[in-house]
């Protein structure tokens, strides 16, 4: 069983910048894949970026070039530092971790949190 605990959202202006952390319990953290996702009312989770065990990255188009994901196995934790944010980056942000074992993948996530960008 893995708990994600994420912190790090708030308020900021378009424009401005925050970095959101996810910290992991277990020892088996640098086994998993890690995402962040973000959500809004009425619309479908959507996978914003992620990081392999191995420290591949990729991103959703809209945020490429604006935010950068990354991890540090020795502190269990996974980041996403935001920057030049927009109004539409708001979104409860949730943190992911997945991993495919013979018997099947296994997924879990964190409790969310904010990110709200003001015009």
């Known amino acids: 069983q893995v708990q994600l605990v994420e912190s790090g959202g708030g308020l900021v202006q378009a424009g401005g910048s925050l970095r959101l952390s996810c910290v992991a319990s277990?020892?088996?953290?640098?086994?998993?894949?890690m995402d962040w996702y973000r959500q809004v009312p009425g619309k479908q989770r959507e996978l914003v970026a992620a990081?392999?065990?191995?420290?591949?990255?990729n991103y959703a188009v809209s945020v490429k070039g604006r935010f950068t994901i990354s991890r540090d196995n020795a502190k269990n934790t996974v980041y996403l530092q935001m920057n030049s944010l927009k109004v539409e980056d708001t979104a409860v942000y949730y943190c992911h971790a997945g991993q495919d074992l013979s018997a099947g993948p296994i997924s879990y996530w964190g409790q969310g949190t904010q990110v709200t960008v003001s015009s």
């Open positions: 990081i392999s065990r191995g420290g591949s990255t």
């Open positions: 277990g020892s088996t953290f640098s086994t998993y894949g």
